[in-house]
């Protein structure tokens, strides 16, 4: 249950007590994060910020927790100007980079090479985001979003009834959330999507073997019933094999306040991993939930930056000094617009 | 006149007294600017900097006055690494970074976007440039510039006598500064352009009805001879409706050492937006002038920081607290090149 | 023997005693580069990082060096975001950038940018690179790093054995190498390189007159027999005349743990200016070598940290101030993996 001098690579190195314990720090850092408080906890320490992809919301999330903690961000953004474009290989750039900061975030396009950065890096390394591969801290918030909005409710995680929508195939938000969701008992989860775009078929399997109750269909209107969560993602058209497919699904998993009205549970969760494509014909989350209460996903953005700061703070063993170190904000957070 | 929790999109917001309040708050950063004092005000306070749009001395320029009141800067250059790419609405993008910061500025190049963004902001928003519509902080550091050279002469803004000169109609920033010296009396304008880049007939009626004194001329040697201020913007060829009339105009509205000399009253002060175009050719404000001490361009630059600093300070409800978490310099500012 | 508000534009502005100062205060940084303690000397502090060519490792290097200091960092990176593409001079981009920091680190693709840049400056500025020209900061680490590691085997600079092999023709770094190390006594260079690209005959001659010991050779097995530090680069084979000339010295300077062990003294000291090119067919320094305790190539790039450091507080005149602004880090520098 240890954090200190750990890297963050992914999801499957954490069991229900890890999970527990960076949700307990992530509640911790509401006050900062709500600027009630500052700390200068990581006041001198220097964080890394290595986006060999662009991610702005990533990025600026990891620099913001990492500033309400007190310390430095040094950043680079994307390919162009590394010396990896000449030849330099992921051990020497890491062997190079994790010499100028106390701990660091990768972002890269290609699988596997945060993991392969850290294991020559001389400091924590937290990945954030590596391909199609893993995304932890993205993951863990979409699960500390679900249990911060159902105790609001009274409730836990354990016993979640959850519906994830739209292309369950290539959506790795999705994919990591249900990995995370097997650590949680009677958990029922109900998988909506076109035939085409359906949770691969092992991650079904895994999550039925550890106890999940899964569930799926391409309807709509049966999957999202009777839940307290509804998960929705992006279907791209491009997905579909030919446009009659993509034509037979167009909007049948639009959500739209009048769709949720109809059909969802009154207070059922709205959570989207954004950004949403608010285009014409995106029809995927429309804005007229922007009002609704129940529409979390801004919320779960937020709460990204509370799970990024008990990462830092874990890793860097400061989780019970933030306060020690800590003063009322000093600055006015009165909003007059 | 309160600031505190307020949006600055755009300079119809202020009135004398705000614009007053500013440049107070702005003269007493002075000496945080000049490094002989440091704060700590904002320390543990974020900037959000979001340039949509490249702008290198605007963004170092609000970035360095977050830096000198204590706080942190995240930034974004560009559109390539946004979500707003990806069909996300400023809406959204608003309510997300909103999430990551004290306060935000930003630059966009849709006129109006700011102001949208602003609406679904959760903190405060400062218009680093929309386009052509608004760039107000450039605005009022162009009149502080005006308030601080008259004042080295004994004078006040009331009783201003400033040409303007070159692209009057393209220009956002004569035309925000017309704007703002509507606010005082007994002001003089000149305008001095090529027909074809006259200030927009509305404004100067809008100038004329709110009592200021307009000429205009397309004579060089006739707008400036009797004036405080010479504000010199840069006439891009492409903007003539034929070479012929390029030509014609070639060189009438460049400024030079003897030029001045000849044309304009002894300590007539220089001004220019910047950058300026020093190509040979580009015939716009000559480097003839740099020794000149009149010469009030990098003044005007310097400026900004001051006046980003106050709008910072004013709009986070420190400006009175600045002081209290001051400390003397401690590094060496001596220069010895 | 001053630093305080001086630039740091080249080597030739360094004697002996700059050289020693410069090291001895580098020395003092190493507790604060390896996270023993912080120190917040310069709190308050900013540094104008401009890379108008992108060099991810050097801009790291040296904000995270301004960081550990206790200053903060604005950057720029890349041309398409400046106004000197729209024909600003270097003169006004200097007055202006200068107004916005304490120092300035540029770096510039073109020779002799960087001085130029410096006249207008209003604050000390390093030169980060200028093309083929001048990298001092560069020079300075590899000086440092033989003196570390020659420490360790109890000796000093006077007295060095040194190799440099590969591209000497074009090399930067071995090109200011050598004229720094003309400032010491009974200094060995053995120049290994193939026959087109020898160092250039006026820098060895200048190096005999000034006492150097310097033999020359296309062998490598002879170059690198009887050395304190093999220096290495990159052979690039666009650089020969002739695809046969390419042929004809494929591999021939290549250093992999076999011919090391072969070829060169016990504890002999391998170093690189890095990036080294990892690509199969690459023949440059092997990565069989990366465990082998005498490579020094991350300890050398660690040590960029340490000379960046000293340079600013020697031109900041802070470098006796550094421990008194200091304590003890407070979060964990652990590793577990």
């Not at 010396?83 to 699988?111: F, Q």
């Not at 307290?228 to 306040?257: H, K, M």
Request: hydrophobic share 40%.
């Amino acid at each position: 249950m240890k954090f200190a001098g750990h890297h963050i690579l992914g999801i499957s190195q954490f069991d229900r007590g890890h999970v527990d314990r960076i949700f307990e720090v992530a509640d911790r850092m509401r006050p900062y994060a709500r600027r009630e408080r500052k700390t200068s906890v990581l006041e001198g320490a220097i964080l890394g910020s290595m986006f060999f992809e662009p991610s702005t919301r990533t990025r600026i999330s990891f620099g913001s927790a990492f500033n309400l903690l007190g310390g430095h961000v040094r950043e680079t953004t994307g390919f162009e100007s590394t010396a990896i474009a000449k030849g330099e290989s992921l051990y020497d750039t890491a062997r190079v980079l994790s010499g100028y900061s106390d701990a660091i975030v990768m972002r890269h396009p290609t699988e596997g090479s945060v993991s392969e950065f850290a294991t020559a890096s001389r400091v924590p390394v937290i990945n954030g985001g590596d391909g199609a591969n893993e995304h932890p801290s993205q993951a863990l918030l979409d699960l500390f979003t679900i249990r911060s909005e159902l105790a609001d409710r009274g409730r836990g995680i354990d016993g979640l009834r959850i519906a994830m929508v739209g292309d369950l195939r290539f959506g790795r938000t999705v994919h990591s959330l249900s990995r995370l969701l097997t650590r949680f008992s009677n958990v029922r989860v109900s998988l909506v999507s076109p035939s085409e775009l359906r949770m691969p078929e092992a991650l079904v399997e895994e999550m039925r073997e550890r106890g999940v109750d899964v569930v799926e269909t391409d309807q709509l209107e049966v999957g999202i019933a009777n839940v307290d969560i509804v998960y929705s993602t992006r279907i791209q058209e491009e997905r579909f094999a030919s446009q009659a497919d993509a034509d037979l699904y167009r909007g049948r998993f639009r959500l739209n306040q009048s769709i949720y009205t109809a059909l969802c549970e009154p207070n059922t969760v709205i959570m989207h991993p954004l950004p949403r494509d608010s285009r014409v014909g995106a029809q995927e989350l429309d804005e007229d939930l922007n009002d609704d209460p129940n529409l979390a996903i801004f919320r779960q953005s937020d709460n990204g930056v509370l799970v990024r700061m008990a990462l830092f703070a874990l890793i860097l063993d400061v989780a019970d000094q933030v306060d020690d170190y800590s003063k009322p904000v000093n600055w006015s957070t009165e909003r007059r617009f």
